[in-house]
Each structure stands twice: as C-alpha cells, then as structure tokens.
C-alpha cells in the first residue's frame, strides 16, 4: 500500500507540474495572440492612414517608403503568426500529456481503492473468523460444562 501510495503521489505531482505548464502555455498563446492582433490593427490603421495621403498625390519616395515600412509589417504580422501556431502546437502537445497523467493518476487511485478494498475485506473475514472460534469455543466449554 505504500509504494501504491508513493506512485499516487508521484503521478499527482508529475500531472500537476503538467497542468502548471498548460496554464503557461495558455497565457502565452493568448499573449501571442493579443500581440498579433494589435499588430494587424496598427497595419490597417497605418494602411488608411497612407491611403489617405496617396490621394494627395505623394512623392515617389515616400511611396517606397510606405511600402517598405508595409512589408516589414506583413514580415513581422507572419512571424508574430508563426509564433501563435507554435504556441498553440506545444499547448496541444502539453494537453495530450495532461490527458495521459490524468488517466494514469485515476488508475492507480483506483488500484489504491481497490488494494483497501481488498485489504477490508480480508480483515472484515479475519475478524468473523476470530469471533466465529471464540463463539465456537465458548459453546465447546458451556457443552463440556453441562455434561
């Protein structure tokens, strides 16, 4: 019963340090993903801010400027995505591991259950049988007695 209890213990630690670490996963994704979006909000404000001021017939210059500054943008939109969907992947993975720790922590508690169970019952049967002879031997003695 101790070594089930130890391998509880030990399985209920390695799933939490799991669980820590899907919450972390989680922040991150959602800090990532907060990021993302700000960065597509600022490109599509910086867009109509320019489309604006192309209308005016801007120089050249400033059009490779723009357009530039637009592609460092998309550059950093596509890397801030790539970072999303490797986030969201390890989360999955640290997911599918909490699962498998779960199912592993419920098997052994179960086995524990059952091992008590068990142990109960042999004890609850020890029990009957001590009182089962000492019935036994009080009627041999009051039998003996009355001959």
């Excluded at 867009?47 to 001021?53: E, N, Y």
């Excluded at 042999?122 to 036994?136: F, G, K, P, S, Y």
């Amino acid at each position: 019963m101790t070594a089930l209890n130890t391998l509880l213990q030990q399985a209920q630690n390695e799933r939490d340090m799991v669980l820590a670490a899907v919450h972390r996963e989680e922040e991150s994704l959602n800090r990532l993903k907060l990021q993302s979006q700000q960065l597509l909000n600022y490109r599509a404000e910086y867009q109509a801010r320019w489309q604006l001021q192309f209308q005016n017939h801007s120089a050249i210059e400033i059009v490779h400027c723009y357009r530039s500054f637009m592609q460092r943008l998309d550059e950093a939109v596509t890397q801030q995505q790539r970072q999303a969907d490797n986030a969201a992947a390890m989360l999955e993975r640290q997911r599918t591991a909490l699962a498998a720790l779960e199912l592993r922590v419920a098997s052994v508690r179960k086995l524990l259950e059952r091992r008590q169970t068990e142990q109960q019952r042999l004890e609850q049967r020890a029990d009957q049988r001590q009182t089962d002879e000492a019935a036994l031997q009080a009627h041999r003695r009051q039998a003996s007695a009355g001959h």
